[in-house]
């Protein structure tokens, strides 16, 4: 086991979800793909860094070390921050400066490390100071809610509040949707028609790539935890 975390839900119309959890060990562990961008701050021997981590349009492999005390953010999609370019962040996770031992500089300004408890309040100061905003629209299509723009200026708003155009965060979340039902024990055919895959070396292909495993191998792995 790599992470022991929790995690909750927000009151931030910003905000998915909020995790807070320490690294058990020391190795690497393979992630998905994710089509939220994040900010996590990650606390070790007494010393804290600030991260911004763009969406990930592929599996991966991330490293751990032991001790590590770890906050991360999970935006909405439609959440973004205008003074970034979140297609410049795409499968990267950038370093925010040190401002002191118990701060970060973010948009010309120093601000305190949020914590579990208090990090709702820390995304409602950076609202207020027009930091962070969010795209109606994006939130609208993406819910299938009737609209008047034309396909240019869907695909343009994609890109600047989430670094992904629509057809990527369907993609993403089709195969995150399809590996929950493999780890709910759901047979691979099934899963191919539940989630709307041609065949199953459709979903085999989009599994690899964005969840990083195969049908086969998140059966066994659901098998083993029932």
Not at 166 to 189: D, F, S, T, V, W
Request: with cysteine; charged share 20%; aromatic share 12%.
């Amino acid at each position: 086991m790599g992470f022991i975390y929790e995690e909750r839900g927000s009151d931030s119309p910003f905000v998915e979800k909020i995790f807070h959890g320490f690294s058990a060990g020391e190795g690497s562990t393979i992630r998905p793909a994710e089509s939220h961008w994040h900010m996590v701050f990650t606390k070790f021997q007494g010393h804290t860094l600030t991260f911004m981590v763009g969406p990930l349009t592929s599996a991966g492999v991330t490293p751990f070390t032991e001790g590590a005390e770890i906050l991360w953010i999970k935006f909405k999609h439609g959440a973004f921050m205008p003074h970034l370019d979140l297609g410049n962040f795409l499968n990267l996770e950038a370093t925010l400066p040190d401002a002191s031992g118990k701060s970060f500089w973010l948009n010309g300004s120093a601000w305190q490390f949020p914590d579990f408890e208090n990090a709702d309040t820390f995304l409602n100061r950076l609202a207020h100071r027009d930091i962070l905003t969010c795209d109606p629209l994006v939130q609208a299509v993406l819910a299938g809610e009737p609209h008047d723009y034309s396909p240019r200026t869907v695909r343009h708003r994609f890109l600047r509040a989430t670094g992904l155009s629509r057809n990527q965060i369907y993609q993403i979340e089709r195969a995150q949707r399809a590996a929950e039902m493999l780890g709910q024990g759901l047979p691979i055919l099934d899963t191919v028609s539940e989630a709307g895959y041609f065949d199953q070396p459709h979903l085999t292909r989009a599994l690899k790539l964005w969840i990083g495993h195969t049908p086969s191998q998140l059966l066994r792995e659901s098998a083993k935890s029932a």
